[in-house]
Structure formats: C-alpha cells, structure tokens
C-alpha cells in the first residue's frame, strides 16, 4: 500500500471518524480519540452506562467530553488547505483521477464494482463489463443504501425496545427470591438437625440467582455493545451521503457487506441449563414443603394424643417432651434420622 501525502495525512488527522468531515467542535473522551461533539452525543444519546468508544471500544462509567482547542485550529487550517487546494490544482483530490491512467474517474464498473476512467473502459479488463456514468451509478447505490440504512435504524430500535425491557430479570430473578421465603419459612418451624438442610438449599439457590443475573447482565452488555456498532455504522453512513459520486463509491461494497452483518439477533435471556437447574430446583423444593408439611401434621396429629407415646428413629418419647421438640429438652439436637415417625 501507497504511503499517505502529508496532505492525505493532515486531511485524516484533521476529521472525525463518525462523519468523516473535518472536526466541529472537536472533543476529547476517556480513551483520548476525538470526535466531533454533535456526533459523539448522538453516538451516546439514549444509551445508558457503560459508554463505549466508537472507535477502540474502550468504556467508561460515565461521559466525559474535554475540548480540544488546538485539535479545532488545526481542523480550520485543514479545511482552509483543502478549500485552496480545490481552487488551485484545478482538479480537486487525487481519488478522483485514476493512478494508473490520471483521467477522472467518470464511469463506473459494475462487475468490479469500482469507478474507472474512459481509458479503463476501453481496456481488454472492462471491455465486456457493464459500466455506466458514476453519477447514475451514485444515485442507484444511494437509493439502496437509503433503504439499508431505514433497516438498520428499525434494528436500532428493536435493539433499544429490548434493553428497556430489562430482558424480563424480574421474572426469574424472583423466582429465585421466592423460593428462598418458602425455605426460609418451612426451616423456621423446625429443629436444628434440618438446618444443614436449609443452609445447603439456600447456597444452592443463591449460586443459581448468581448465575442468572450474571447472564442477564452480559445480555445487557452485549445489547449495549451491539448498538454501538450500530450506531457507528449509521453514523458513518450518514457522513457518505455527503461526499462527491466518486469518493462516495469508494469502498462501497464494504458498506453495504456491514450492512448485511447487522442484524438483530435477540439475546438469550437464560440458559436452557440455568433453566433446567431453576426448574429442577422449584421441584426440589416443591417435594421438600410436602414432606416437611406431612411431618408436621404428623407430629401434631400424635402430639394430640396424650394416651399414646412416639417412636422416632428407634426411640421411645413421651407427650410432654413433644409439647416443644424433643431435643430441646434434652439438651442434644440429634443428627438426621431415616426413621420414619410412628405411634406405638
């Protein structure tokens, strides 16, 4: 690749990446590039921290904008440079003339999808391509990338639409939070030997609430991230539509390729595994509440019967030391049993 003229080099140096015009108002961000204001705050409006940069991706927390005075002088001089330039060569910038012919590229190829000049055509490369004046073929790209760019603007919005949703966290994150009250609220009635148990369900539910929100947080950044994209995309389409035919078609395939690449792809709002462990989970202790239940009306039923003394695990107790649990009064909580609660 050709190095850059230092006309070239000032000339990139002196625009802004998302209009690619010379700088207005030139300011800079976190990362330390610099853009425009207009364009930076339309890049950023409507977005919610992080804030990423358009062109290295790097985040901050929170806007940031430092103007840069000798930045904006150094653009009006460029501006004024490329004005006078315009004016004296007699021929505007060297994209418009072919490099290997120096006529002015006034045709457009369209198998190669490139301007060319009149010398070009009549070469043996692009003697049986179709070729057709650059301002036609400007105006038939503009038409379609006018109706890409609406598309792209609507998947901004489905993307916009999906992140104020909040990607519907509330209704598993409270799935979560409510069965850890119904855990909470069963343990509670009973002895200490079930509190392993709670201790273990509720470590269980809290590595899986973990889980979910971090999944729901990396959705919400990679919508966030995908906007950006977007955005810059747009912006940078934008900036095309005022450039002349000739240096508007440069590089126009790429365009309209990342124009193909952005489509909206909803983000997972959970895992089909974390799913499946939630799912599991809620029948866990769905099962837990019955037998814990069944244990109390149980205990209940034969703490009623004064006449008769319980057997639980291969011990005999009396009504009295049921009156509160049993090893309450013994001043020994027991481990856990696998006998089943019996009247003798």
């Not at 300011?27 to 705050?41: E, L, T």
């Not at 006078?84 to 002015?104: K, L, M, V």
């Not at 850890?180 to 470590?203: A, N």
């Not at 695990?313 to 001043?331: A, D, S, T, V």
Request: hydrophobic letters at 35%; proline letters at 4%; one cysteine or more.
């Amino acid at each position: 690749m050709a190095a850059q003229s230092p006309a070239e080099s000032l000339h990139s140096e002196a625009s802004c990446s998302i209009c690619l015009g010379y700088f207005q108002e030139p300011v800079s961000i976190h990362c330390g590039h610099n853009f425009c204001r207009a364009c930076i705050a339309r890049c950023w409006e409507g977005l919610e921290a992080p804030f990423s940069c358009p062109q290295c991706r790097q985040t901050a927390s929170q806007k940031s904008f430092r103007p840069s005075r000798e930045l904006a002088n150094i653009a009006e001089i460029a501006r004024q440079l490329s004005r006078r330039g315009g004016r004296g060569g007699g021929g505007g910038r060297e994209d418009n003339f072919c490099r290997q012919h120096q006529e002015a590229l006034k045709l457009f190829c369209k198998e190669d999808q490139r301007p060319i000049c009149v010398v070009c055509d009549r070469s043996q490369a692009h003697r049986s391509h179709a070729v057709v004046p650059v301002e036609e073929a400007a105006q038939e790209y503009k038409e379609e990338i006018q109706a890409r760019l609406q598309a792209l603007k609507e998947e901004r919005e489905k993307y916009l639409e999906s992140r104020k949703t909040g990607l519907r966290k509330s209704l598993y994150l409270g799935k979560t939070k409510n069965e850890g009250k119904k855990i909470v609220c069963e343990f509670e009635q009973l002895h200490q030997f079930l509190k392993d148990q709670e201790r273990l369900l509720l470590t269980q539910l809290a590595d899986l609430d973990r889980a979910i929100t971090r999944v729901q947080e990396e959705a919400v950044a990679k919508v966030s991230e995908e906007m950006s994209h977007l955005d810059t995309l747009i912006w940078e389409m934008e900036g095309k539509f005022q450039q002349p035919a000739s240096e508007f078609l440069q590089d126009i395939r790429r365009l309209l390729d990342s124009c193909e690449m952005m489509k909206f792809n909803p983000p997972v709002e959970i895992s089909s595994d974390l799913e499946r462990r939630l799912e599991d989970f809620v029948q866990k202790n769905v099962v837990v509440r019955g037998t814990l239940r069944k244990c109390q009306d149980s205990l209940m039923f034969k703490l009623h019967e004064p006449s008769k003394s319980m057997v639980v695990g291969g011990r005999k107790w009396g009504f009295g030391l049921w009156k509160r649990f049993p090893w309450q009064k013994q001043g020994n909580p027991p481990r856990e049993r696998k006998g089943r609660v019996t009247a003798s």
